[in-house]
T-cell receptor
Framework: GQNIDQPTEMTATEGAIVQINCTYQTSGFNGLFWYQQHAGEAPTFLSYNVLDGLEEKGRFSSFLSRSKGYSYLLLKELQMKDSASYLCAVRDSNYQLIWGAGTKLIIKP | DTEVTQTPKHLVMGMTNKKSLKCEQHMGHRAMYWYKQKAKKPPELMFVYSYEKLSINESVPSRFSPECPNSSLLNLHLHALQPEDSALYLC?????????????FGPGTRLLVL
């Protein structure tokens, strides 16, 4: 079966760095997405990785290792507004998006 | 314009009603999606339109009927829904470039079926 695993919840301190991991087992791979979703709002696109390595976008970076079926989202200089759920999603060989359950990130002052 | 818009924002309907959700984007994206999202769950794909043709239907009940009148518009017609259909309905569009794929979600329609 197809499976995306990410931690259910994480807590971090304002100004610090946090890494949210995602491991996947899918039938084929055509890219991995990270989304941010605040409660009651729609997901917001953060990043897309299809090749191995690190993609950096301001305070957010995303890493992919296809051989390990592994990705992480790195958030630096955490701000209170970063408190949200972070969703990992993988596009499989049928170009269907398989979603993880999301990681709820709680930022404390 | 990097926005996907959806109307209405909120909708309350009875089980015998017929209503429609609307989605619009003017980014020239040729793939558009309908998702359903329950509280504290990830989005569930319902339908995918590619170049205005239905390419994926994730075994969605016939009480949900999608329509793509043109490349900018996507509708979801609702009829005889059940209370368990209450959820956030998200529209998304995407394009693929040399830098990869980018997906954009609309703000969603929060639907309550009584």
């Amino acid at each position: 079966g197809q499976n995306i695993d990410q931690p259910t919840e994480m807590t971090a301190t304002e100004g610090a760095i946090v890494q949210i991991n995602c491991t996947y087992q899918t039938s084929g791979f055509n890219g991995l997405f990270w989304y941010q979703q605040h409660a009651g709002e729609a997901p917001t696109f953060l990043s897309y990785n299809v090749l191995d390595g690190l993609e950096e976008k301001g305070r957010f970076s995303s890493f992919l290792s296809r051989s390990k079926g592994y990705s992480y989202l790195l958030l630096k200089e955490l701000q209170m507004k970063d408190s949200a759920s972070y969703l990992c999603a993988v596009r499989d060989s049928n170009y269907q998006l398989i979603w993880g359950a999301g990681t709820k990130l709680i930022i404390k002052p | 314009d990097t926005e996907v818009t959806q109307t209405p924002k909120h909708l309350v309907m009875g089980m015998t009603n017929k209503k429609s959700l609307k989605c619009e984007q003017h980014m020239g994206h040729r793939a558009m999606y309908w998702y359903k999202q329950k509280a504290k769950k990830p989005p569930e794909l319902m339908f995918v339109y590619s170049y205005e043709k239905l390419s994926i239907n994730e075994s969605v009940p016939s009480r949900f009927s999608p329509e793509c009148p043109n490349s900018s518009l996507l509708n979801l017609h609702l009829h005889a829904l059940q209370p368990e259909d209450s959820a956030l309905y998200l529209c998304a569009s995407s394009y693929t470039s040399g830098r990869g794929e980018t997906q954009y979600f609309g703000p969603g329609t929060r639907l309550l079926v009584l």
